[in-house]
Structures are given as structure tokens and as C-alpha cells.
């Protein structure tokens, strides 16, 4: 199966195979029947089709290719190949996760005497394998040479890649920082066996194996390298403290043959010679923008340079040593963006399924921003888009919602417990004990009338229902969420009902697909929070894909374990996440504290009278429901003072209200009072 590119490597899926079109019908890309005859090929990003293109290292390819050392391996001087087989077809492969611009491709046959330019490239693609057929064996070819001469080069089906020289060219700033690598070290990637390398190397890992030679040989190419080492405390090889030839030790860094790369497992790494071997935390946490360890990969490095423990190579026995030394100049370089791959944004490996641990948001020791990296992923926050406001349009309702409005329906199988009003569709959680629902409901100007339930759904082949008490709802972008305390929040297409998907795996944690309860929802600006027993947790909206578990990406530090109804809100004014905390607590958070990817401190916290319930807002206005005499109330959102106490309004007193929300310039509110349990719809303009 082929596969055209995406920015997000680790989707790159199947096994594609290369085709090429017969040398006398080979068109450009977008025209059919335009046979070459005028060199160079121009190439834009919108010319690679899957004729031309395929992944290297991609998540579905075989792991027969990429252990295989005579498909999958480069130089790191030379990341870039080009070379012409016997039918004419140049194929580029750049070993690289990071894209090229402008890129020039020169050649030269014997006997012409200068170079002509072959093919001119908008973009390298990170990890590109182009495959394009030149018709030298059929066709007389009008090219021009360096110096601006026209000249014809006359068809040859005897021109062999013997004949041929290629140069390579590029104003991308990115091409003169590979061009400044002086290592010469061959990568490739091997299926070791047995002991500590039982479980195999992954592509993702293959990846991020580029990516770490790429570094590491530009840093030990750098002249700030070479000044730190020099200006570096003594280096040992031994106990003995007998000093190690700086200059002679980066020689041999910068001459070291090959890197053989495996992955390990019951032991950090293993190196020796040429063999290579990481646990995946350290393919992935070497970035300065990730966790920044990188003392693995330098002390393994080090014995490949031939060092043992003894000494300060490895384990720093005489004090501080290459390792501390290597850590500090890859940071730097990281955080200067020298490092070729200097971010772990140019792949997010973190994001790919195919890999062993779920670690998927790990929070950055550093932030790096960079326009290339927006371009990639959009930028370091997943707060993106608007936050769905529709459906608040129209005049205020006033009624009195209770079983009896529910077909077959009493007062013990109806307990309403969060409600949410989208448009004219009122929706109702139900949390009456063996009767958990989704109760939906239309709003029209001659009453409220039921119109279905959501008790159980299908998911995949399985038949699910509310595994725990549901207590919260909203309505975001077509979809519904439903949270409950089987550690699921249910995800509904909200116009045909249609299971989705969900967050949490229904098993109580705090694993990356984990939550502990589901009490409340709020979706805005492309991101999903939901308020369990004891955190906030992040989930981005564009990674919920139907039948997939997304990721969860960051949370809240723990907040507090305590029994009752949690509810949030936004204030669409500010910004800030207020989330209900039942010891008299209201939590406030910045949400803009996302990006680093960290768990999102409180930025604040309000003390409030009473136990609160459920907060919401109104035209810069927030009200809380809670127990107390005060039952609901306007309170100051800078500091949870009670300002108005509405626990009576009009001819309606308020006996228990707990979750509420504020809609089409009405108050939809819950008052679980013993003596009838109801929804009540009251015009705004009654809390004056």
C-alpha cells in the first residue's frame, strides 16, 4: 500500500512499493502526456504523488527493510543520497526529520565537460524517498550548465551511473548545518538478540535514531565544542587521574566508524564499538524541549569510543566528566537551535502509537518556539480554534422540568443531575440508581417535550451503557460528553447519538488513558477538561478519532480528594478554568500554563462560604450553587465573596440546587430537593 506524506510521521502507515513509469512515458507530474525533453525537473510540495514518493522508517514498514543495512543506513556527513540506476530512475533518500527548501541538484556526465542543472526541489520532505525516471536513454535533453551555456545532452541508453556525478545544492540554513558535520559515521539499525535485547527496535525508535547521529555528530563537529572541551576540567580513562589527550580524544569522536543502533530493555543502554543500544526513554528525552536527560546516550557513546567505568568518561568517577561535558554543549545547542533536530517537535515521537510505553505528554525542561515547529504542529499549545458559542441564540424560557415530563418515567428512575441547553435541545443527565441516562428534550415556545434517551450504545461490538453515575454533560463542535464514575467521559455524535469514542479506559489511574471518576466536561478552544476526583485533565479535540482511546495531555496537579459534586466553568471574558473544589475551595487556572505541557497549576484559589456545587457564568457575571443557607449566589470572581444571594427567585426557593448552566439568557438549573427532584428554566433577568 503507498503512502503520501504527513507532518505527523508516526501515522505513516503500510508498506509502500516504488513504481516508475516506462522510460518513454514518463510524464511530469500533472501532465499526463508531457514527455521530458528540457532539464532541470521542477518539483513542487503538490508533485509528490505515491508514483513518486515513499516514507522511509515509516510506523508500517518491515522490519526486515529497516534492520537491513543495504536499504536502511547513511552516512551522517552525507544524509542526503542521490544515485541513478541502470533504467535511468534517480532516486533521492534523505535520512533526516527535518524538512529541506530550495533544493538544487547538479550533474555531470563524462565527456560534457561542466555540471547541468538536473532537478530543482521546492522541498525536501523529512524522511523522503523520491524516485524520478529520466529519459537519458530516449530522449535528447536541453539542459543548461553553470556557466548559463545551453547544451543538449543526446540520448545514451548506454549511460550507466558510472558516467554520472551528482552535487547537491541549497540556500535552506538547515542544508549548511549538515554540511558542517566533518563525522563521517555509517548509521544503520540491527535486530540484536536475546538478554537485554529482547524486545525488538520499532521504526519510531529508528527515527529518533537519526535524529540523535544527526546531533551528536554535528556537536562534536562544532567549534563550541571543541572550545568547551578544551576549556572542560582534566578527562580520565582510570582511577589513576592520568589526563586523556584532548585533542586526540575529538579526533576520535569525529573518526568513529559506525553506530549500530538496537534497543535495550532491563538496562538504560549498551555500547561498545560500533553497537548502540538505547531504552526508549532515551530515543525520546535527549531534547532539551523533553525531559533533557541525556547521560545514556554519552556514556554509552563513550564506550563505543573504547572507555570503560573507570575515570570520569562514563560514570564520573574522578569528578565531573564527558558526560556532564556532552550534556551541557547538547542543551545548549538544543536551546540555540543549532542541533539539527533541536526540538522534539519536528516529530512528536512522544504521539506515536507504535512504540512500547504510553508516556505520550511528558512536560518540556525548556520551551523552544520556532515558526518551523508551528508549521508542523501548530503551535506549542493545543488551545486552537474557537470555542463553540453557537447554539445560545433566542429568547429565555420559563418552566418546571420534573419525571413527569419523561414517558414511563417516576420519581425514583428520573433524578436529574447536570443539564446543558444547545439550540432548542435541552439535555438532562440522569443518575437515578439502575436507571443512568442521557435524557434528551426540544424547547419550543408551546411547552418542553421529550424526544429520546441515551441509555446504552454499541461500541465497537460490545453493547455499553453508564458503567457508573453520570454528572456532567455539554455539547461542543457535534459532539456530546457525557462523564461518569466509571472513569469514562462517553463521547456521542450529538445529531444521530452514535458512540464515538471515549476518555478513560474505564479503569480508576493516572495512565495516559485514565481517569480517576468523571465528574464534569468543559470543551473550549480545542481543548477537552475534565474534572475527575482528582485532577483537571487535558484532552486535545482533534485527537478523538472513533474507536480510539486519545491520549490524555496533560492535567492539573492533584487537587484534593473529597466527596461530592464537582463542577467547572470558563469565563469567556478572561480566559480562566474555575473548577469547584466541595471544602469550600474554587480553583482557578490559566490556561495559557498548557503549553509548557507541564501539570497546569492553580493560579489561583477562592474561598467560598459554603461547599460549593457548580459555577457557570453570564456577561462577565459568575454564579455558584452550593449547600449552606446560601444555596445560590452571584459571587465576586476575583475573590468568591457572596455579592447576591438568589436562593429565592420570584415564586421559585431553591431547596438543593446543585449543576447548572447558564443558556439563551436562561438559568437551566437542578434542585435535587427531597420533596420533588426538577429542572427549572428561569429567565435571567430575574437575577437582578
Not at 513509469?21 to 510524464?27: G, K, L, M, V, W
Not at 444547545?422 to 439502575?434: E, F, K, S
Request: glycine share 8%; net charge negative; hydrophobic share 35%.
Amino acid at each position: 500500500m503507498k503512502r503520501i506524506f504527513s507532518t505527523c510521521l508516526w501515522i505513516l502507515t503500510g508498506t509502500m512499493v516504488l513504481q516508475s513509469c516506462a522510460p518513454d512515458e514518463n510524464p511530469l507530474p500533472g501532465h499526463v502526456d508531457q514527455v521530458i525533453d528540457q532539464l532541470p525537473v521542477m518539483l513542487a510540495e503538490t508533485d509528490y504523488n505515491a508514483e513518486n514518493t515513499y516514507y522511509l522508517l515509516n510506523d508500517g514498514e518491515s522490519p526486515d527493510v529497516f534492520f537491513d543495512p543495504s536499504q536502511r543506513s547513511f552516512n551522517v556527513n552525507n544524509p542526503l543520497q542521490l544515485s541513478m540506476d541502470d533504467n535511468h530512475d534517480l532516486q533521492l533518500r534523505f535520512y533526516s526529520p527535518r524538512a529541506l527548501r530550495n533544493v538544487t541538484i547538479w550533474a555531470r556526465i563524462e565527456g560534457y565537460g561542466e555540471d547541468f542543472k538536473l532537478m530543482c526541489l521546492e522541498k525536501v520532505q523529512p524522511f523522503q524517498q523520491l524516485t524520478y525516471h529520466i529519459p537519458f536513454a530516449t530522449e535528447n535533453l536541453t539542459a543548461y550548465t553553470r556557466s548559463g551555456k545551453e547544451i543538449v545532452i543526446m540520448a545514451n541508453p548506454y549511460l550507466t551511473k558510472e558516467n554520472l556525478t551528482f552535487t547537491i545544492e541549497s540556500d535552506d540554513p538547515y542544508w549548511q548545518t549538515l554540511q558542517s558535520i566533518k563525522c563521517g559515521w555509517r548509521i544503520s539499525f540491527a535486530r540484536y538478540n536475546g538478554g537485554y535485547w529482547n524486545y525488538k527496535m520499532k521504526a519510531s525508535h529508528a527515527r529518533e535514531a537519526v535524529a540523535l547521529s544527526l546531533n551528536m555528530s554535528y556537536m562534536y563537529s562544532s567549534d563550541e565544542f571543541e572550545q568547551a572541551l578544551n576549556e572542560f576540567g582534566p578527562l580520565h580513562s582510570n582511577n589513576d587521574r592520568v589526563e586523556i589527550d584532548k585533542a586526540a580524544l575529538i579526533v576520535r569522536a569525529r573518526n568513529h566508524g559506525a553506530l549500530i543502533y538496537g534497543y535495550t530493555t532491563g538496562v538504560m543502554g549498551l555500547g561498545g564499538g560500533s553497537t548502540y543500544g538505547l531504552h526508549e526513554s532515551c530515543y525520546l528525552e535527549h531534547y532539551a524541549d523533553d525531559r533533557d536527560i541525556t547521560d545514556t546516550i554519552f556514556h554509552e557513546f563513550a564506550h563505543c569510543l573504547g572507555y570503560g567505568h573507570a575515570g570520569n568518561m562514563t560514570y564520573e568517577q574522578t569528578g565531573p566528566g564527558w558526560v556532564t561535558l556532552c550534556g551541557n554543549m547538547y542543551r545548549q545547542l538544543s536551546l540555540d537551535k543549532k542541533l539539527p533536530v533541536y526540538s522534539r517537535r519536528f516529530m512528536h515521537t512522544r504521539w506515536c502509537r507504535n512504540r512500547y510505553f504510553d508516556d505520550i505528554h511528558v512536560a518540556s525542561k525548556h520551551i523552544i518556539e520556532d515558526p518551523e515547529l508551528d508549521a508542523i504542529d501548530g503551535g506549542l499549545s493545543p488551545m486552537r480554534g474557537e470555542a463553540d458559542l453557537g447554539g445560545n441564540d433566542g429568547g429565555p424560557f420559563s418552566f418546571r422540568l420534573d419525571y413527569a415530563d419523561v414517558p414511563g418515567a417516576s420519581a425514583d428512575s428520573f433524578r436529574p443531575k447536570d443539564v446543558y441547553v444547545y439550540g432548542d435541545t435541552l439535555y438532562v443527565v440522569n443518575d437515578a440508581d439502575n436507571n443512568y441516562s442521557l435524557e434528551l428534550f426540544r424547547l419550543a415556545s408551546d411547552g418542553v417535550k421529550h424526544t429520546g434517551s441515551i441509555r446504552e450504545w454499541t461500541d465497537g461490538e460490545e453493547v455499553r451503557h453508564f458503567s457508573g453515575r453520570p454528572n456532567g454533560v455539554t455539547r461542543a463542535n457535534g459532539k456530546l460528553y457525557v462523564t461518569h464514575e466509571g472513569s469514562r467521559t462517553e463521547i456521542f455524535d450529538a445529531e444521530t447519538l452514535q458512540f464515538i469514542t471515549c476518555v478513560g479506559n474505564g479503569n480508576w489511574g493516572t495512565g495516559a488513558t485514565q481517569t480517576v471518576h468523571a465528574y464534569d466536561v468543559v470543551v473550549y478552544k480545542g481543548i477537552i477538561m475534565i474534572r475527575d476526583k482528582r485532577y483537571v485533565n487535558i484532552i486535545e479535540e482533534n485527537s478523538l478519532q472513533p474507536g480510539v482511546l486519545p491520549l490524555i495531555y496533560t492535567r492539573t496537579g492533584n487537587l484534593g480528594e473529597a466527596g461530592g459534586t464537582y463542577g467547572m466553568a470558563i469565563d469567556d471574558k478572561t480566559g480562566l478554568l474555575y473548577s469547584i473544589h466541595p471544602s469550600r475551595k474554587i480553583h482557578v487556572f490559566n490556561l495559557s500554563g498548557i503549553r509548557e505541557g507541564a501539570a497546569l497549576a492553580t493560579t489561583s484559589q477562592l474561598a467560598y462560604k459554603n461547599g460549593p456545587y457548580c459555577l457557570d457564568f453570564h456577561e462577565g457575571r459568575m454564579f455558584v450553587s452550593s449547600n449552606g443557607v446560601e444555596k445560590f449566589c452571584e459571587a465576586d470572581s476575583g475573590t468568591g465573596e457572596i455579592m447576591n444571594n438568589f436562593t429565592v427567585i420570584g415564586d421559585i426557593t431553591l431547596r438543593n440546587p446543585e449543576k447548572f448552566c447558564i443558556r439563551r439568557n436562561t438559568l437551566f438549573i437542578v434542585d435535587r430537593a427531597s420533596s420533588g427532584q426538577c429542572v427549572y428554566a428561569i429567565p435571567v433577568s430575574e437575577l437582578k
